[in-house]
Every structure is written in structure tokens, then in C-alpha cells.
């Protein structure tokens, strides 16, 4: 801790000034115990006049590390034992010796609290300088938002230094764009202790940075809410680089595996795309790991076995859909709906987010396993929850929730999700799953159209029910097994 506060004061970069201050208190101490020494020993005042020694005390405090305390408080011990000795010799004990017995006490007492205070002053120093030295930002706040604490990554992440910082209200200073709304977050923080989160801030420049976030309440002795430490890492270019991915599969994941050459001549750049443009992401990301000054060889190892999952990714797809022009089986096997739908509501994450999608889960545990097409079932869980997403993106309200479900329906595992959407029109409903037949600018009209081809062919059926201005719930049926 002793080095630690020697850093300290060397950053401050006043190292001169302190020491010349520090000179100034020594003396003034010094001064001060020569006082109290010559009015203790000389005045016929019958008071204890050594109890001032505890000022000494104090201000070496101020002055010296713990073994300078000590020192301080044994000299004003023995002062206070000279100048008994000087006025009384070995007289019998009486007023004179209680005066000196309660001086010597106040001087041990003051030391002991003294030596404690700069104990938890050096630990915290140590503390607050860990804090600045890491590369993450972090920063202290009031439950009032207002900002107590501004370490230097913060500076060096937001633009603005510390006493700019200090007193201003953090979500007004960073222009905090939030995932949920805050007074459900507070609720969250009180109830656990704890927040976590994905937010987009802004510096002082105007650039907006993407971080994620940490939130920890600290309490006081009473228990009571007193300050937020937040802890934010920068990851606004791995969220760019997941951005351009998942542009990549929203703008494709409509189109499926088809059943016949038509559907597949349709879907193809679908199918394989997806995993090239994650080829291409990863790779990138790859270059830029090791390309800085130095290289990220854990990250880069990462991004290259992202490549090589997606590459062998793209060449199943390929197989699956050569197997399918040909007629051939597909390649089913025992799997959980339930993993499927975790799976793909992983990969949604960022589209859910992007959408002001909030996603509510009610899987049941006890389905029986299916045999299916894992690829295949994967598209048509991910393509009935996307559209469910987009469907609320024209709507007319903050509450766009999406309810996805799991159930047993006898000897079936059954799949529904619903939406808080505009709804269907029965004209529109009678047509939904017709091949070409689409409602959006951009689509193709295939989406629902393969997912009904591939829930057929795994001897299931799938269908949707709607109340126009009352959201829309698709869902479908597969048998299974065991």
C-alpha cells in the first residue's frame, strides 16, 4: 500500500509543492509540541495541558505514513512523561498524576484511531488506483444519476475529463439510449443487486459508442440504496461487425430450403450466403484482431474457428439441398424443440433488440424428442418468430411483445409463437401460405410457403390464427417420438 500511495502522489504531478507543504506541516507540528512542552512544564495552569499533544498527533496523520504516526505519538508520550518528571519528581500521585494519566490515554486513544484512519485512507488509494489504471470506464453515481466518480478510462472513452464529469447527471452527459425503460431497470437493481446490458452512449464529440454495461448498488450501514458503480467496455465495433452479419440473415432468412427446383432456385442464395457473409464478418474481424499493435491472438483464433464452423456450415447446406433436387431422405435424427427455438432466439437477439422486441419464453420441459431435419426446423422456427418481430415494427405501440411457446399436444410437440401486431384479415389469412404471395415491398412470398412444405414432410401441419387489431399466433404440429 506504501508504494501504492507513492504512485499516487507521483501521478498527481505536484510532487513539489506537496513536499513543500509536508515541510511546512512538520514544522508547524514540531512548533506546536515545543509549546505545549514549555506551558505543560513551566505554567502554573492545573489542567492537562498535555491532552494538546493529540493536535501533534493529527497532524502527523496528515503528514506521515503508520510508522510515522507511531513515532510522533511516542515522543509526545515521553514529552508528556518528561514534563511530569521536571514539575512533580516522584512526589506522591495526586491531581498532577491523574492529569497526566488522562493526557497519556487521550494521546494512546488518538494515536490508535489515527493509525486505523490512515490504514483505510491507504487501502482505499490502493482501490482508486487499481480503478484507474484499467481500460474500462467506470464511474460512481448517486441515486440522484448525479456522477461522483470519474476514473481515467472514462476520460479517455467519453472525451470528458474528470471535473467536467464530476456533479453532472450521467444519462444526460452520455445520452444514454437504453434496451427497456429505466424505472424497470431501477426495479431490477433494487430487487438484485445487479444490472447487466447492452447501451448506447455518446461522447463529446457526438460519436455514438456502444458498451457493455455493468451496474452494481452499493447500500449504506443502513442498509439503504447510496451509489451505482457502473462499469462499461467498449464494443462498438464487434457490435458493428454483428450488425452487418445480422443485416446479412434478416435480409435472407425469409427464403428456405424448397422442396421442389422452383423453391430451391429461390432459396439457394439464402442458404448459403448466410454462412459466407459469416465467413466474410468473421474474417474480418479476424484481420482487425491481428492487425493491432498487438495482435489479439485468442480473438483472432476465435473468428478463424467461426470461419471453419460456417464454411462446414455452407457445405451442409449445400448437401441438404443437393439431397433435396435428388428426393432423397433427408437427414433427420432425435432432437429437442426446445433447444431449436433457444437457438434461434440467440441468434435473434440483436433483431429483437434492433426492433424494440421484448420476447417471453413458456417452454415446456417435458416434450418428447423429435425426429427432423435440423437445418430445416431451424428455418421454420426462425422464420415464423421473425416475422412475428416485424410484424409489430409498423404497429402502433411501445408494447411489442412476443410470446414464444412450447407444448405437448398428446403423442405431438406443438410450437406457437404470437405476436402484438396489427393482426390478419380473414382475405389475407385464406392466402397466407400460398407460394409468392407476400404483404411486404421487399418479399418474395416463399417464407411461409417452404415452412409448410417442410413441416409436411416431417408428417406435421402448421397454420395461424388471427383477431385484426389483436395480434397473429402461427403454429405448428410435429409427431414425436419415444
Known amino acids: 500500500m506504501l508504494e501504492v500511495e507513492n504512485r499516487m502522489s507521483e501521478a498527481g504531478g505536484t510532487g513539489g509543492v506537496w513536499l513543500s507543504g509536508k515541510a511546512l506541516r512538520i ?9 505545549i512542552f514549555a506551558v505543560d512544564t513551566f505554567s502554573p495552569l492545573k489542567i492537562a495541558i498535555a491532552v494538546f499533544y493529540v493536535v501533534v498527533v493529527l497532524l502527523a496523520a496528515d503528514v506521515f505514513r503508520v510508522p510515522g504516526i507511531v513515532v510522533t505519538a511516542i515522543i509526545c508520550l515521553g514529552l508528556t512523561l518528561l514534563s511530569y518528571l521536571i514539575e512533580h519528581g516522584f512526589e506522591e500521585p495526586g491531581g498532577s498524576f491523574v492529569r497526566a494519566v488522562v493526557s497519556l490515554s487521550a494521546i494512546s486513544v488518538t494515536t490508535l484511531l489515527a493509525v486505523r484512519n490512515r490504514a483505510a485512507a491507504l487501502a482505499l488509494s490502493e482501490r482508486s488506483y487499481l480503478l484507474e489504471q484499467t481500460h474500462d470506464a467506470i ?28 456533479g453532472r447527471q450521467s444519462h444526460d452527459l ?23 446490458g447492452r447501451l448506447i452512449h455518446t461522447n463529446k464529440s457526438g460519436v455514438a459508442l456502444v458498451v ?21 467496455t467498449d464494443i462498438t465495433e464487434q457490435s458493428r461487425v454483428q450488425e452487418q452479419l445480422h443485416e446479412a440473415q434478416v435480409s435472407l432468412e425469409h427464403a428456405a430450403r424448397l422442396s421442389t427446383l422452383g423453391e430451391l432456385t429461390a432459396s439457394i442464395a439464402h442458404e448459403v450466403n ?14 482487425r484482431w491481428l492487425k493491432r499493435p498487438v495482435p489479439g491472438l485468442d480473438e483472432a483464433r476465435v473468428s478463424i474457428e467461426r470461419v471453419i464452423a460456417d464454411g462446414r456450415r455452407a457445405s451442409q447446406v449445400i448437401a441438404n439441398l443437393r439431397r433435396l433436387a435428388k428426393k432423397g431422405e433427408e437427414a433427420r435424427q432425435p432432437i429437442s424443440l426446445n433447444e431449436i427455438v433457444e437457438e434461434v432466439l440467440l441468434l435473434l437477439q440483436q433483431q429483437f433488440s434492433a426492433l424494440s422486441v421484448t420476447v417471453e419464453r413458456d417452454l415446456e420441459a417435458s416434450l418428447k424428442p423429435l425426429s427432423a431435419d435440423r437445418v430445416q426446423l431451424q428455418q421454420v422456427v ?26 405437448a ?6 410450437f406457437e409463437v404470437g405476436d402484438s401486431g396489427p393482426g390478419i384479415t380473414p382475405e389475407i389469412m385464406d392466402r397466407l401460405f400460398m407460394p409468392f404471395f407476400t404483404t411486404k415491398p421487399e418479399g418474395m412470398g416463399m ?30 404440429s410435429l409427431p414425436g417420438v419415444g
Open 27 to 35: 514544522a508547524f507540528a514540531f512548533g506546536i509540541a515545543i509549546a
Open 139 to 166: 464511474f460512481v453515481r448517486d441515486m440522484d444519476d448525479t456522477i461522483t466518480y470519474w476514473n481515467r478510462g472514462s476520460e479517455d472513452l467519453y472525451g470528458w475529463l474528470r471535473e467536467l464529469a464530476i
Open 174 to 196: 452520455l445520452q444514454t439510449r437504453l434496451p427497456e425503460p429505466l424505472n424497470e431497470i431501477r426495479d431490477h437493481l433494487l430487487r438484485t443487486g445487479r444490472w447487466e
Open 212 to 232: 457493455s454495461s455493468r451496474w452494481v448498488l452499493n447500500r449504506d450501514a443502513n442498509g439503504r440504496p447510496s451509489s451505482i458503480l457502473e462499469t462499461n
Open 274 to 287: 448466410q454462412p459466407l457473409a459469416a465467413i466474410v464478418a468473421n474474417g474480418e474481424a479476424g484481420l
Open 382 to 407: 426462425m422464420n415464423l418468430i421473425l416475422n412475428g418481430a416485424q410484424a409489430m415494427s409498423a404497429a402502433e405501440t411501445d408494447a411489442r411483445n412476443l410470446v414464444v411457446r412450447t407444448r
Open 409 to 414: 399436444d398428446g403423442e405431438s410437440n406443438v
Open 447 to 476: 417464407g411461409l410457403s417452404i415452412c409448410r412444405t417442410i413441416i409436411e414432410a416431417h408428417d406435421g401441419r402448421i397454420w395461424a390464427e388471427s383477431e385484426p387489431g389483436r395480434g397473429a399466433t402461427f403454429r405448428f
